[in-house]
């Protein structure tokens, strides 16, 4: 059974940084593509980076330059740097993975991300 264990999410002020944490547990399986979305209140989900276990990474518009998304193959965790945050950031933010075999996916247990003065 694959579990996503995510933290460092919290309040932040406009212009602060946070740094999201995930770890992939369980065996059996290898991860082709690890991530990170959010949802936003009265918003649908949606996607703000991702990377590849050979390294490409998929940010979105928003996130381009004040985001960053590593990730650790062997530890199986990822994480997201993300600096000059703005109130619009607030949301749940979650982990997502998609496994290399049969392209399964799974999501964490959103951590809350909250930019406010």
């Known amino acids: 059974q694959v579990q996503l264990l995510e933290s460092g999410g919290g309040l932040v002020q406009p212009g602060g940084s946070l740094r999201l944490s995930c770890a992939a547990s369980g065996t059996g399986f290898s991860i082709a593509r690890m991530g990170w979305y959010r949802q936003a209140p009265g918003k649908q989900r949606e996607l703000v980076a991702s990377?590849?276990?050979?390294?490409?990474?998929n940010y979105a518009d928003f996130a381009k330059d004040r985001f960053t998304i590593s990730r650790d193959n062997a530890k199986k965790t990822v994480s997201l740097q993300m600096n000059s945050l703005k109130p619009e950031d607030t949301a749940v933010y979650y982990c997502?993975?998609?496994?290399?075999?049969?392209?399964?996916?799974?999501w964490g247990q959103g951590t809350q991300v909250t930019v406010s003065s």
């Open positions: 997502n993975i998609k496994t290399t075999h049969r392209g399964r996916e799974y």
């Open positions: 990377r590849t276990e050979i390294g490409n990474t």
